[in-house]
């Protein structure tokens, strides 16, 4: 059930600000996160190999304070707000000059976009809002993987519960199949990564892969990964073999399959999973 007043135009722009605002967040879990969890694998080897810890700054989400890469000038508010900084400021850092990417705006473009759209298609109520989170969720994990081949855990994980515990509040009776689909999704992948080390001696995906196509399936059920697998690989290898025939990527150098993943979880969050296994096994409708 929507919130009356608010499940008009009006929700779809508060949706769009905070998307705007939450996008600006993801920006820096981005860049942040992979360095704490480098961080802190390092500080347990060194904690195992029983050797001093390496004396550094605190560095977290909130510290230290945002800055440019390049000349550490300190980013002040105005140069914070979403989209229209990067405008202001045309691209470039106010000290030194350096080009801010436009990955940034992008990032907060899109997840503006995500939450506005899922606001429109369904309103303000408790599953929506969760959909919005996943999607922003989905969003950083994509990224996260182009930039560093990592997955996190502290985004996988929380997701994935938070899908089932909605199910059990929301839709009960769909429990038992995201349960499943948990299940599938995880041991899927996982089969596939044995099969394929067994014959070629290699790995050919990391077990973030396995959890987040678990999180897609406590989600969305277990019927729901043939057509999101499907369409990850087939996104895959059309980049794939793109990317090559340019030259932009290297023959044999992998390429991560997170962002396919995340890219096929969003479309079943847009069109729906009976939708999308329709559209994928040909089955009309």
Known sequence: MGLGPLAGGGAVVVAAVLGLLVGSFLNVLILRLPVMLERGWRDEALATLDLPE?????????????????????????????VLSWLMLRARCSACGTRIPVRYPLVEIASAAIAALLVAQHGITPWSAGQVVLAWGLLALAVIDLDTTLLPDGITLPLLWLGLLLHAWLHPQFLPDAVLGAAIGYGSLWCVYQVFRLLTG?????FGDFKLFALLGAWFGALAL???????????????????????????????????????????LFVGPQRLVSWVLGSGG
């Open 54 to 82: 390496e004396a550094t700054e605190p560095f977290d989400l909130l510290r230290p304070r945002s800055r440019c890469g390049a000349c550490g000038h300190g980013i002040t508010w105005w140069e914070n707000i979403p």
């Open 202 to 206: 290699k790995e050919g995906m990391g």
């Open 226 to 268: 043939l057509p999101i697998i499907l369409l990850s690989a087939i996104c895959g290898a059309v980049l794939g073999i793109a990317l090559q025939r340019t030259g932009v990527l290297q023959r044999g150098r992998p390429i991560p399959f997170g962002p396919f993943l995340a890219t096929a979880g969003l479309l079943c």
